[in-house]
């Protein structure tokens, strides 16, 4: 089973940037993978996708703010976030997608807030 360790998230004010990396303990040059979010109270969502072609889909929300990108060599998903605004907030989960084959990772936390 893979194992994905997510990372980079933090307290950012609006308009703020972060970059998100999620680390698979296997190759994910294979699959379309995804980032996902998780707000409080709200179930998880896809935000972005990467097909094994590199090309990228965006939910409407994130769209021409957030990208996301992959390194096969190293095994790691990126989601470069930007402009974030205060509904951002949520625990940020990376997966396959457009389903999750794999085990949830503990997903990392982003809070954007003044």
């Known amino acids: 089973q893979v194992q994905l360790v997510e990372s980079g998230g933090g307290l950012v004010q609006p308009g703020g940037s972060l970059r998100l990396s999620c680390a698979a303990s296997?190759?994910?040059?294979?699959?379309?993978m995804g980032w996902y979010r998780q707000a409080p109270g709200k179930q998880r969502v896809l935000v972005a996708a990467i097909t094994n072609g590199d090309s990228t889909n965006y939910a409407d929300s994130v769209k021409g703010r957030f990208t996301i990108t992959r390194d096969n060599a190293n095994h790691t998903l990126y989601l470069q976030m930007n402009s974030l605004k205060p509904e951002g907030t949520a625990v940020y989960y990376c997966?396959?997608?457009?389903?999750?084959?794999?085990?949830w990772g503990k997903g990392t936390l982003v809070t954007v807030s003044s």
């Open positions: 296997r190759s994910i040059s294979g699959p379309t």
């Open positions: 997966n396959t997608s457009p389903r999750a084959w794999w085990d």
